[in-house]
């Protein structure tokens, strides 16, 4: 039976020997507890950084995926019950003592994967910071842009020919959890929301409610299992190829 990849299911003596055995990168996902609708759990980001940081390690041959952190920086959805806010202060608090726990015990990488949008600046923010505190290198693959090109990317691969602007409850997130948790997809709540362009800035200083009254972007019924499993695929695939060369640039 081949050992898990994932740091919670391991006990301590395993993490020890998968260490000195030259298991030396953590990925760390960075997820929230917020709306996504009344179809989707407010679970959601955190379902999708749990699979990417698995998916990730496995690709890397060579690293555990650590527990997502959880909640995240969630105030522009809380006119939304059920989510629940840190401020940015305490999440890169959270961050940095995540980081240095796995540097004492002797990882060499520390891999940031924000699912959420308003982890981002955050983790951009702190991974300088920490890099200079601790012997770990802080890899952050924290650009916003370029994960929703990738989830687009996903649906397109898949034949959804539908394309999100800004992602958030619309057809890309239903396709990861109708791919990661079918169950937890409330299908008969599925319904359109605010489609076409609106800036994410907007999203941060009004709150998603003076944009949509359901909490969605998008069409969610455009979602397909398939289509999430692309999207997760292609994901990982670009992130573990991002952290191979980081590494070898070290």
Avoid: K
């Avoid at 990925?27 to 990730?56: C, F, K, N, Y």
């Avoid at 951009?124 to 687009?152: G, H, Y």
């Avoid at 019924?221 to 999430?228: L, N, S, V």
């Amino acid at each position: 039976m081949s050992r898990s990849v994932l740091l919670e299911e391991l006990a301590w003596p395993e993490v020890e020997s998968a260490i000195e055995n030259g298991t030396r990168t953590a990925v760390v996902a960075v997820g929230s507890v917020e709306q996504h609708g009344p179809h989707l759990p407010l679970i959601m980001d955190t379902l999708a950084g749990d699979e990417l940081a698995r998916r990730i390690a496995e690709r890397l041959g060579d690293a555990l995926a650590a527990p997502t952190i959880r909640p995240g920086c969630s105030g522009h959805h809380m006119d939304f019950p059920g989510t629940i806010t840190i401020p940015p202060e305490t999440l890169m608090d959270t961050i940095r003592a995540y980081c240095r726990s796995l540097d004492e015990h002797g990882f060499e990488h520390v891999v940031l994967v924000p699912t959420h949008g308003g982890n981002f600046a955050p983790v951009n923010t702190v991974a300088p910071e920490i890099a200079r505190e601790i012997e770990a290198s802080v890899i952050a693959l924290a650009e916003l842009d370029e994960l929703m090109e990738l989830m687009n990317a996903g649906l397109r691969q898949a034949g959804v020919e539908y394309e999100e602007p800004v992602i958030h409850a619309g057809a890309a997130e239903t396709a990861i959890v109708l791919a990661v948790s079918e169950g937890l997809v409330r299908e008969e709540e599925m319904a359109v929301g605010h489609e076409g362009d609106v800036a994410v800035s907007r999203l941060l200083s009004e709150g998603f409610r003076a944009i949509t009254e359901t909490g969605v972007l998008g069409d969610p019924r455009e979602a397909t299992a398939e289509a999430g499993e692309a999207i997760l695929e292609r994901i990982s695939d670009a992130y573990a190829e991002r952290v191979a060369a980081e590494r070898e640039a070290l």
